[in-house]
């Protein structure tokens, strides 16, 4: 390669912007911005010229309007006259519910499945290899089908549970499994009952309270306090007295079959549990490779050294290997967290409001508004994405092994 | 010690001949043994085995006597269950009756079932040596003309289409080892540029070279479907999105602000958003972008999208494979003179797509899974033909579980090879003798 | 080099630009085939039968349409749509005439920029219910859990139904017409709803349809009807009467088996008008003389496409009701042609 010779003096040629190590950067980003710009153009000339052929216009005026809809499982506020707006608001809070609740689950999975990988029982091993090989091998869509298709099809019909002789009974008289979903006990909150519930978060401070005494205490001095049952004991003993003091202000309302459905209690219905178990199972044989990976990176020296200094194998589980597996567990939990969230938006499948259902389904159906609904949609994702990586890397950045 | 043990040689209860080798005791060897330790080692081990083996018994007892005492030949589910009368079984003569829907869609020409078959044993033997390296570097030809011969077959209609296509790469390849020797950046920008002018151009000419009757017919890609669809869609975008995912990889780690941050926006922003949104774009919103009454059809755009989704998050694999090289790789290389597109082909990038490569293949399954998502918007695949046609038809409306057993099998069955086939690479290339 | 690639960029971005939109007809007959949206498979609507050729209701009207501006019903390349995206393939040009059991309303008529070339089929939402359950009217239907096909006007009749009888119901929304039915058969939901029409043909699929039963309450107007992109007069009027002479041709009775009969001896004025052998009408929209000739020709006239595809004999079993001619106590009433 001949090496360029930087020219002493002024003489500048055209073609040292490509071929001057000063200049080219400067060249190669012009040319680029300038590409960008005119595909940018392009692209947006073309939707002008488009929309302007169909006399469309990019407008959000439809937020403001009735939505027109009923949605069947919403946490806030909402029926047919609230706006499309409003409906989007359900929408992204049903989202986050089915995340949430698939991300808690899909962990216990994911680490039960992980360690279960590693036991010493070939039986169980080779069963927990075979959940997730099936599980990651076969696409998510396809899960979420089965599972509904299960929960509808092998579920009984609220139509069971009528007659003289049902076929189906409820499960302790206060739960009922039907492929509607699932029907459980609602508390009804009586006069007095944010004392019980005030005594209760306060007991669960005092819990920790407690044992970061104990902690303390024995560190300082070497006193080892029991902990497990002072912890039971604060748990359950002041808010069962406190609720009895008050009078039981706290009932519970028991769903029974009244018409065509079970009425009062609290529906959990079956298109949020077909998806959220579908994707928690699904995620979690990611989460057990991920956590079989993480533990199998602790050195096995780690194990034998904590053995040598005498530690039960319970602690040398909780006070050295986990520690350290848990820096390589999470980052890559945190990104199944967000999977997760993504594919939610399958909801669209089973029927469930989420916002890919309400703003990205019927919304965008009613109104036609499709590139407005769509930008919405997927700015919802991207804010959602961007504050699940920003969290992730104040995270990384706290749990960086502290080097020279 | 070695003196007393000689003064006690001559007493008698001391044994002066070795014991013979005994068999160990039957339950510390053979299969009591292998039992012990690895079903019933504690009584909480055994209890799991105890577990296990019940979830197991569960499982196969009810599905095996339902696999087993399948239908394999009637025409409608009603035949079928009259043929069961009662008794526990599978109609799986919904995939005997829907076979070729299954595989080819519903609207593939019948009588041209063979070509994609063919093209679809074409792609094993194209991706052969890219896959294993110690077959014969000469069957890479079949590799680089795979995708045009597969276009042809599948898609039928002129033979020039394609064949210009081949020209124009050539002439490209041509133009490149014209101008490498000056540069590498201007050989392959002037490469690409001369096969894309040299393809424009002969748009002009194909039209008058098309017979009436081409020798294939002519298939529109809307009549594509079922697994080919998803088959196609998953070797497409995986191959097209590894040359802009390398790029995007090199773009994010550029020193050139501009290009960097516009590798970061569109890498970040394709993997903040789920695929479904993009493929809403694709299908509501991207014929708004192209100009009007260019008619490009709905398959063109679905692989532009899913292509620039995969890229995205291809191009974070290599990134992370370019991390993971020692600085010291990029000091080397600058040390030796070589320029930024040399010290990338010859250092950098063999080694760190080498790193890579699982990351791929798993993003490469990942998206081959996530091609069924297509059938939410409305296109044919495996999963849109059962959810659409089949399920809806008045002979087979009721079959779920044949059907959804078959397509997690296919699915399975073409996943785990490719992640089975991912860890012996990654023994294989395992050179740096841990 | 670089200079060369800007170029070639620019120079194609202006040769697209160039190639600014012809009217539709010209474009169609340009490209010798009709891009006709049709639903992803209703039975007797629009469905691939098992050669995987489409046939139904709203195909015929394709035909028709492609059969008197190409001159071969078989020109026509039909396009899956859904109801999410029906709209943008019609507005973005991806096709040049929707037939997809679309609801007539003000909105997508003005804001969405749509003409609606006529109404085809009049419709209206029904409920379909268990015989088993013992309903008899959709006001009993408090607290039921409702299975509603989404895409057409569904949802919003329902929401206005339930709420204007003050009772209340659980929306379960679903995608596609199979998974409506899972659902319903499965008794996950207590109603199914949509178009009576398409109730009509939902239930005939079913293993015993005589254990279904429709409700007589229809809540609302459904005239469904094909449509094409606003703007493009010349034509919406081709669809428009091309359409017409489908009816028309059922009401003076040119059938598909006498139309050449009808054509060389008749002594009506009209029959003569539409079939071309007197008169202009044919110039006037930019077709030749036997445009409508072809089109009923297709599929037979707009009785026989109906009995054919879902029509009292066959499973999906409709009868014509508000469908019948004016003559016959119905709604179906043409302009003249004239």
């Known amino acids: 390669m001949s090496t360029i010779t930087d020219p002493q003096g002024g003489t500048f040629r055209l073609s040292m912007l490509l071929n001057d190590t000063r200049y080219r ?4 980003q012009v040319i680029a911005a300038i590409i960008i710009a005119l595909t940018i153009g392009y692209l947006y000339s073309n939707l002008a010229a488009n929309l302007e052929a169909a006399g469309l216009n990019i407008s959000f005026a439809f937020l403001g309007s009735p939505a027109g809809y009923d949605i069947g499982q919403t946490l806030i506020e909402y029926d047919s006259q609230s706006s499309n707006l409003r409906a989007a608001f359900v929408g992204i809070i049903n989202t986050l519910l089915v995340a949430f609740l698939a991300c808690v689950t899909a962990t216990v999975f994911g680490v039960f499945a992980g360690v279960l990988r590693l036991s010493n029982n070939w039986l169980v091993r080779k069963l927990m290899s075979f959940y997730v090989e099936i599980f990651r091998n076969i696409p998510v869509l396809i899960w979420i089908l089965i599972i509904f298709t299960i929960m509808t099809v092998s579920m009984p019909a609220p139509n069971a549970f009528r007659g003289e002789t049902p076929t189906s009974s ?10 509607r979903g699932v029907y459980i006990p609602a508390p009804v909150w009586g006069p007095g009952s944010l004392v019980v519930v005030a005594t209760f978060v306060l007991s669960i401070i005092g819990i920790f309270a407690y044992r970061s005494y104990a902690t303390k205490l024995l560190y300082d001095t070497g006193r080892l306090l029991p902990r497990f049952w002072p912890s039971v004991g604060l748990f359950f003993i002041p808010t069962i007295l406190v609720f009895f003091i008050m009078g039981s202000p706290i009932s519970l309302d028991y769903p029974a079959l009244k018409g065509f459905n079970f009425r009062g209690g609290l529906q959990i219905g079956a298109p949020l549990i077909a998806l959220w178990f579908a994707l928690s199972i699904y995620t979690g044989a990611f989460i057990a490779e991920n956590v079989r990976a993480g533990i199998q990176a602790v050195s096995k020296g780690q194990t034998e050294a904590a053995a040598a200094l005498g530690l039960r194998s319970g602690r040398i589980m909780n006070l050295v290997v986990l520690p350290q597996a848990l820096r390589v567990i999470i980052p890559p939990l945190i990104s199944q967290y967000l999977n997760i969230t993504k594919n939610s938006s399958l909801a669209i499948l089973v029927g469930y409001a989420d916002i890919t259902a309400t703003l990205g389904g019927i919304t965008l159906n009613q109104t036609g508004r499709a590139i407005e609904c769509v930008l919405l949609l997927m700015l919802f994702y991207l804010v959602i994405s961007l504050l699940i990586s920003a969290f992730m890397n104040v995270y990384n950045s706290s749990m960086k092994l502290k080097e020279r | 010690m070695s003196d007393t043990h000689s003064e006690s040689t001559t007493v008698s209860y001391v044994r002066t001949e070795t014991i013979p080798q005994q068999a160990a005791p039957a339950n510390a060897a053979g299969p009591a043994k292998w039992i012990k330790d690895n079903l019933f080692a504690t009584w909480a081990n055994s209890l799991l085995t105890v577990a296990a083996i019940y979830v197991i018994y569960l499982v196969l007892a009810s599905t095996l006597p339902w696999i087993f005492g399948g239908v394999w030949s009637t025409g409608s589910l009603r035949e079928c269950r009259e043929v069961l009368d009662g008794a526990t079984g599978a109609c799986f003569s919904v995939l005997t009756e829907r076979w070729n829907q299954l595989l080819f869609g519903f609207k593939y020409p019948t009588d041209q079932y063979w070509r994609p078959t ?10 052969a040596p890219v896959l294993f390296f110690d077959l014969p570097r000469k069957l890479l030809i079949v590799t680089g003309l795979f995708p045009f011969v597969a276009f042809w077959l599948i898609w039928g209609g002129t033979i020039w289409t394609p064949l210009f296509a081949l020209l124009s790469v050539i002439v490209g390849y041509i133009v490149y080892s014209k101008l490498v020797a000056r540069s590498f950046a201007a050989g392959f920008f002037g490469g690409i540029a001369a096969a894309l002018v040299f393809f424009w151009l002969s748009g002009f000419i194909v039209p008058s070279l098309t017979p009436d009757e081409p020798f294939l017919e002519a298939v529109p890609s809307r009549d594509l479907g079922g697994y080919m669809l998803n088959m196609m869609l998953g070797v497409t975008c995986v191959s097209l999105s590894l040359p802009i995912g390398i790029a995007l990889a090199l773009g994010r780690q550029s020193s050139m602000p501009l290009i960097k941050w516009v590798s970061v926006i569109f890498i970040e922003f394709i993997r903040g958003v789920p695929l479904i949104t993009l493929l809403f774009v694709a299908n509501v919103m991207l014929a708004y972008f192209f100009p009007p009454g260019s008619g490009v059809d709905l398959f063109l755009r679905v692989v532009i999208m899913i292509t620039m989704f995969s890229s995205a998050y291809i191009a974070e694999v290599i990134r992370g494979g370019l991390a993971a090289l020692p600085k010291g790789q990029y000091e080397a290389a600058d040390s030796l003179g070589l320029d930024y597109s040399q010290a990338m082909r010859l250092i950098i990038l063999p080694q760190a797509l080498k790193i890579s490569i699982p990351g791929i293949v798993n993003i490469a399954v990942g998206l081959f899974k996530d091609t069924t998502l297509v059938s939410v918007i ?6 849109g033909m059962i959810r659409g046609p089949i399920l809806a038809s008045t002979d087979w409306a009721g079959v779920y579980w044949e059907l959804f057993g078959f397509a997690a099998l296919i699915f399975f069955v073409v996943c785990y090879g490719i992640s089975q086939y991912s860890q012996w690479l990654e023994r294989r290339l395992a050179t740096d003798h841990r | 080099m670089n200079k060369s690639v800007l170029f070639g960029a ?19 007959k340009a490209r010798g085939k009709l891009n006709c949206g049709v639903t992803t498979g209703l039975a007797g609507f629009a469905a691939p039968n098992a050669n995987g050729e489409w046939e139904g209701f709203d195909v015929a009207v394709c035909r028709a349409v492609a059969a008197a501006v190409l001159g071969d019903k078989n020109a026509v390349e039909f396009v899956p749509t859904t109801g999410k995206t029906r709209f943008t393939a ?6 040049d005439f929707l037939a997809r059991n679309t609801t007539w309303t003000f909105s997508r008529d003005t804001d969405l920029k749509f003409d609606f070339v006529g109404i085809n089929y009049y419709d209206g939402q029904g409920f379909m219910v268990p015989k088993a359950l013992g309903v008899s009217s959709a006001k009993d239907l408090d607290g039921a859990t409702v299975c509603i096909q989404t895409g057409t006007t569904t949802e919003l009749n329902l929401a206005d139904f339930f709420r204007s009888n003050n009772i209340s119901y659980e929306p379960v929304p679903i995608e596609t017409n199979a998974e409506g039915q899972q659902q319903y058969l ?4 207590d109603t199914y709803t949509t178009d009576a029409s398409g109730l009509a043909s939902t239930r005939a699929t079913f293993e015993n349809p005589g254990d279904h039963v429709l409700l007589p309450e229809i809540i609302s107007k459904e005239p469904l009807g094909p449509l094409v992109r606003h703007g493009d007069n010349e034509w919406g009027d081709i669809t428009r009467w091309v359409l017409n002479a489908l009816i028309a041709a059922e009401e003076l009775g040119i059938t598909s088996a006498n139309i050449e009969e009808m054509a060389s001896n008749t002594n009506n004025p009209e029959v003569a008008r539409i079939l071309g052998t007197e008169g202009t009408l044919g110039e006037m929209i930019g077709l030749d003389a036997e ?3 072809r089109a009923i020709m297709a599929e037979g006239n707009y009785g026989e496409i109906f009995a054919r595809n879902i029509g009292e004999e066959t499973p999906i079993g409709l009868a014509r009701g508000l469908n019948a001619q004016w003559t016959d106590g119905g709604l179906l009433y043409t302009p003249p042609f004239r």
């Open chain 3, 186 to 189: 499965a008794g996950a939901c």
């Open chain 3, 90 to 95: 019609l507005a973005s040009g991806e096709i």
């Open chain 3, 291 to 293: 445009w409508a000739k």
């Open chain 2, 118 to 127: 063919v093209a679809f044993l074409l792609m094993f033997v194209a991706m």
């Open chain 1, 170 to 179: 409820m499960l302790f008289d206060a739960v009922a499994f039907t492929n």
């Open chain 3, 10 to 28: 620019l120079t194609i971005a202006g040769l697209a630009a160039g190639a600014a939109a012809a009217g539709t007809l010209d474009d169609v």
């Open chain 2, 378 to 383: 409305s296109m044919f695949d495996l999963i």
């Open chain 1, 25 to 28: 950067s400067t060249t190669l």
